[in-house]
């Protein structure tokens, strides 16, 4: 608590000093996040230097007349800095920026939605953030690259520019169902997620009838496929109905290795349909498996 | 003179009345129902019996109630309760008898036919069994004979299923902002039609899971004025069936009570849905669906359970479509016992007589419960 009531103190009694007079402090202007360097002083004597920054302070002990030096990881983090060196009743201020190292260490990468289905242009969304060792980000521009490959191993790929720190790209799903990979890269820097891609609605679906054990008619599709050939994924509900004679018999059944299969009152002359979602199957008129 | 007279035995009448109620109060507790079934008869004859009867039943005493029968030889005091109390952790099991109705049919000097409708009090409501009893005279005692339904029982057995399951994994707290995380499904309003019914504004409609993986997915609906504010806020309930496997459509209601149709200028529906782990057994069959017209407007049918898990309670929710196709009601029904493999399990639900006249065409769903697991 203390050092904050005299860092306090201390920016209230050279805010003057911060606001329009040149300091005798030679810090550089702009300071790369990481670098090693010196400022000079001039003088006799001990003095502290406090060093106030974006969520930190560095208060050092100094002797004058020699140089401060400052290590890679004293001053890593981006932002605004103001350097107040006092002596006695004697300040010497400097303000100056610690920007972003502009070598990419790591990529914070969005990509959207993790499951879509296949052949739909412009739905993917790929957003990067790119950032430096020190997790700065990187304001400058930074050329990135990104790769979409399919279950099959076809690629589509995009370059772009960040612009303050962030670069996006949009781009189709593939035609094949499956798991996709997504990479982002800046420089030798790359960061990967996986999209699913699942089959879209069902193009057809053809359903056979035959007798069952007992009174009961057997029901099965043939394997169910999207518009592209992908097989529709297991669990998805296919629905029988079986009207007749004023009176109706349904079944919501879901697909599982990739057929639909069930049991309905057999009635000869009874309309049996079949669905899925809003996609309608054939129709059959049952005739008991004459 | 006369007025003192009456306040006199008015005051007396009342005091004498209290005195009673207090020496003897009622036995039942049954309420209103109870107290019209004791008026239709005599404890001694055809309605007091079967009064008697039902007493015993509403108060759980089954073996007091078992030996009054008159045909308790045909079958065990086990079997009757399980009749009357279901069996395998169905609706029924966990009801009990808030009412009942008697109306005597026809009776002779030694028989009698009585009608008793008996009020389940259940967690989903009130649910109905009407009873035809037939009532004989044995020497100077009237016993009720009882129309035992004897549960299905399912023979032990295997029965092999290929096992349908979805799990679901979401991203972990330490995991950093930019990873991934699992895509909530997608679901889709297909149909919406609001109608002014009852002093409120019910809103009817079905929606899709147009997705690959199962979703819990609830409706919210907000009626909105012509500024756009919002007269009242609902949602759907239990008027759906909140889990959608991939391309399953449930319908969905949703009630509004104190707003007419009129003061509304549009509607906001918000569906959501949520990625829940779920499985896609057991499948539930809804054979013979019949629309029943008025006076006892309803659509009836069999539930057959086409899997090897038994289901606890079922839930049955009815689409309603005219001749246009558009939905006109959505309804509910809950069968009152347990789904055991390949046994038919009827179920009903009521229509409202006025929309009746109206439907032409409608489509059925059902939603299972297991005490193994919810699906």
Redesign the interface.
């Given at each position: 608590m203390r050092i904050w009531a005299h860092i306090l103190a201390l920016l209230t009694a050279v805010s003057p000093f911060v606001a329009g007079q040149s300091s005798e402090l030679q810090f550089p202007q702009r300071v790369v996040a990481g670098t090693v360097f010196s400022v000079p002083t001039s003088g006799s004597g001990e003095a502290t230097l406090y060093i106030v920054g974006p969520s930190r302070v560095l208060q050092r002990k100094v002797r004058l007349g020699e140089s401060i030096a400052f290590s890679a990881e004293d001053l890593h983090l981006a932002g605004p800095y103001v350097a107040v060196l006092t002596s006695g009743s004697s300040s010497r201020v400097a303000q100056f920026n610690v920007v972003a190292s502009p070598a990419p260490a790591k990529?914070?990468?969005?990509?959207?939605?993790?499951?879509?289905p296949v052949n739909l242009s412009n739905a993917v969304s790929g957003v990067v953030?790119v950032f430096d060792r020190f997790g700065n980000l990187i304001l400058e521009p930074q050329q990135l690259s990104f790769e979409l490959t399919d279950s099959t191993g076809r690629k589509q790929s995009h370059a772009a520019a960040s612009h303050n720190g962030v670069g996006w790209v949009r781009m189709n799903s593939g035609a094949k169902a499956g798991t996709a990979t997504f990479a982002a890269r800046a420089a030798d820097v790359h960061?990967t997620?996986?999209i699913q891609q699942?089959?879209g609605?069902?193009c057809t679906i053809r359903m056979a009838a035959h007798p069952g054990r007992g009174q009961r008619v057997v029901l099965e599709t043939q394997p169910v496929l999207d518009c592209s050939g992908n097989p529709v994924?297991?669990?998805?509900?296919?629905s029988f109905s079986e009207s007749f004679a004023?009176?109706?018999?349904?079944?919501?059944?879901?697909l599982?290795?990739g057929i639909a299969k069930?049991?309905?009152?057999s009635h000869p002359g009874a309309v049996i349909s079949v669905a899925?979602?809003?996609v309608m199957g054939n129709e059959i008129r049952w005739n008991g498996g004459l | 003179m006369s007025g003192r007279l009456l306040a006199l035995l008015l005051a007396l009448a009342t005091i004498a009345l209290i005195v009673a109620g207090t020496l003897w109060p009622g036995a039942s507790g049954l309420g209103a129902a109870d107290a019209q079934a004791r008026l239709m008869g005599s404890a001694s004859g055809p309605q007091g019996t079967v009064h008697d009867l039902l007493q015993r039943i509403a108060g759980h005493d089954w073996s007091a109630a078992y030996n009054s029968l008159a045909n308790k030889s045909e079958f065990s005091e086990a079997e009757f309760t399980r009749d009357l109390t279901g069996n395998y952790g169905s609706l029924r099991t966990y009801a009990s008898l808030a009412g009942y109705d008697i109306q005597p049919l026809r009776a002779s000097s030694d028989e009698a036919q009585v009608k008793a409708i008996l009020r389940w009090a259940s967690v989903v409501g009130t649910f109905q069994d009407t009873r035809d009893l037939r009532v004989v005279k044995s020497g100077e005692r009237w016993q009720v004979v009882w129309p035992v339904v004897k549960e299905a029982k399912v023979p032990p057995q295997v029965i092999p299923v290929n096992y349908l399951r979805w799990d679901v994994i979401y991203r972990g707290a330490e995991d950093d902002w930019g990873a991934q995380d699992v895509e909530a499904p997608h679901v889709r309003i297909v149909a919406m039609h609001p109608v002014d019914r009852g002093g409120g504004v019910v809103i009817l409609g079905e929606v899709l899971n147009e997705d690959v993986v199962p979703a819990f997915v609830t409706v919210k609906a907000s009626l909105l004025n012509g500024k756009g504010v919002a007269l009242a806020n609902e949602d759907s309930f239990d008027k759906i069936s909140h889990i959608l496997l991939p391309k399953q459509v449930s319908p969905f209601r949703i009630d509004f009570s104190g707003v007419r149709l009129s003061q509304v200028d549009s509607v906001r529906i918000q569906p959501s849905a949520t990625l829940v782990a779920a499985s896609a057994d057991p499948v539930i069959g809804i054979e013979s669906q019949k629309l029943i017209p008025v006076p006892d407007s309803s659509l009836t049918g069999e539930l057959v359970n086409q899997s090897g898990q038994i289901v606890n309670v079922a839930h049955v929710i009815g689409t309603f479509y005219d001749n246009s196709g558009q939905i006109v009601w959505v309804a509910d029904g809950y069968p009152n016992r347990a789904l055991l493999p390949e046994t038919p399990v009827r179920f009903s639900i009521p229509l409202p007589a006025d929309v009746s006249g109206k439907v032409s065409n409608y489509r059925v769903v059902a939603t299972t419960y297991s005490s193994s697991h919810f699906q």
């Open positions: 990529l914070s990468f969005l990509a959207k939605p993790s499951r879509l953030y960061e997620r996986v699942v089959p609605e069902p994924p297991d669990g998805t509900i296919v004023g009176t109706q018999s349904t079944v919501d059944v879901p599982k290795r069930t049991e309905l009152p899925s979602g809003v | -």
